[in-house]
DNA sequence: CCAACAGTTGAAACT
DNA sequence: CAGTTTCAACTGTTG
């Protein structure tokens, strides 16, 4: 029987680096399905911003031209992969399924049940990896099936182990068949909600899932609006798409200094236009750029650089290198990674604001709200009006732009957790996966759990100045005079410090501290002082997170 | 087993 | 006075 190939698209938007894709069509199908399911997991219980629909949206529409200019499209389903493929399977006679393997715990369980739903059909699977550079199940293996929590612990793991060069695009791709659509609709359970983490984005009315074709059978994924989402809230300046990944990367593969010599924490988190960093990050979480095509340009470049080339951890390969590690980290343990009850890599620490959960283990969606108190803190820090001009400024960064610098994550990151509101770091990462557009559970967890000193990272005597540093970086304040433009016309001397010029300064800026501005919401030092303290006593219990679980047992 | 060391900082004490 | 060095509430990895 000739090959019918699905290709299931999920982190792959993109023709060029796509190993899964090459192979599907290597396979010669003699009919070809593109198709994305509009996941209602991703939807209604994981947050998720106006930014990061508006990015993928564009990424998916740019995809769907490419494969219309080839005589085909990206099919877009509105329904549970778990519903939906045993229909696709059968009503299009399909014998291979393709995806590139996602080494995230929701997918794994998710592409489990898929496999089992192939299998009751007679399909095959095949799975490629490409979305990390190295197999994430190998790499956890190699360590004996415990998750890695070090740089050095990677790359022993790796040690031995091929980063693939990248395919080529293909040029063309076969045409799919009869759709048979009617059958579909027929079959395909009709999705509802039963919760919905996402209601404070949802001015407007929810009609995504009103059709499992979308309206008048076009496939096309629902909009913004469809999604009862506000389409002026999606303010990012970030525009999504393989072109934009491409073109963004050949920019600064050109510059041959800054790609070889790039220092990670030498970069300024000040700058936004362009940023200090490559900003690469969204695209490669959406797989608009192949993270191999990216790994291998930047190896070309360093390889052929004259002077000297800085090295890893600091370099563009260890930033990736951490990516891998957070994967790695992640699978090895599971489900509870985003999560401090069963984590076996996360330390406990008497946070405020912990998840909560029922009595049969399961987090109760959405949290029941802790003290009035505490959640005014969260929700100042959340939206940038803390008092503290560079975190603000960040935070309001990350809300606009759907995206931070890396060390600004840093310093308002520890400003939550350990450095000064004792907030558990599962509340900074549910903002951060709301609103940011590079979101990606792995790295976000696991940066999260580093910055807290949850894991990865233990020196928690170390601490992040909210004055001293970005003063490090910037002494003009320049992210701050952008996204917090009330103190625009404060002196440089004043500017990440306000509320200690004198009257007439605050006059003459035109904005009046505790009016116009926050005054900040705590003494920075005594809270840094008190937290650490706290953090004291919670290193001397050396419990983690799977202790929880026991306790509970018994 | 132990020692050395690295780990995306800050502040104070130094040149 | 600007730039550099040192130490400070620790832990995990490696040899």
Known sequence: MAPRVLHWFRTDLRLHDAPALVKGLELKPEAFFPVWAWDPYFNFDCPVGPNRYKFLLESMKELDGKLNKMGNKLH?????????????????????????????PYAIERDESIKKIAQDANVEVVDIVGHTLYDTDAVVEKHKGEPLTSAQALKSAVKG????????????????????????KKEVKHFKPEHDVNEEHRKGKMTAYDSVTGPKDSLEPPTLAELGYDEKEATTSIPGGEDEALRR????????????TF???QTSPSEYDPPATTQLSPYIKFGALGVREFYWRVNDVMDEYDGETSS????????????????????????????????????????????AYDEDGEQIIPRPKGPKEDEEMLEKWKHGNTGFPFLDAAMRQLKQEGWMHHLAR??????????????????????????????????????????????????YFRNYGMTTFPAKYDKSGKLVRKYCPELKDFPDKFIYKPW??????????????????????????????????????QYAKKQYGDSLLKRKAK
């Open 500 to 537: 200690e010029a004198p009257e007439d300064v605050q006059k003459k800026a035109g904005c009046i501290i505790g009016k116009d501005y926050p005054e900040p919401m705590v003494d920075e030092k005594a809270a840094n002082k008190e937290c650490m303290g706290k953090m004291k006593e």
């Open 410 to 459: 840093h310093c308002v990151a520890g400003f939550l957790t350990r450095g000064q509101l004792y907030i558990s770091w599962e509340r900074g990462a549910e903002v951060f996966d709301r609103y940011l557009v590079d979101r990606d559970p792995g790295s976000n967890a696991g940066n999260w759990m580093w910055l807290s000193c949850s894991c990865f990272f233990a020196q």
């Open 263 to 265: 220092r990670k924490p």
């Open 161 to 184: 182990m091929e980063i693939p060069r990248p395919p080529q695009a293909p040029k063309e791709v076969p045409k799919a068949d009869d759709l048979h659509l009617d059958a579909i």
């Open 312 to 355: 890893e951890p600091e370099n563009l390969p260890g930033q990736l290198m951490f990516r891998e590690m957070y994967f790695a980290a992640q699978l090895g343990v599971g489900k509870a990674y985003t999560q401090i009850r069963g984590n076996k890599i996360c330390r406990v620490i008497d946070w405020k604001l912990c998840n």
């Open 76 to 104: 877009v389903f509105r329904a549970a992969p778990t519903d939906l493929f045993p229909v696709l399977l059968k009503q299009w006679k399909i014998t291979h399924l393709v995806y590139e393997r996602d080494p995230a």
């Open 249 to 260: 990367l050949n920019n600064w593969m050109e510059d041959k200094d800054a790609t070889a």
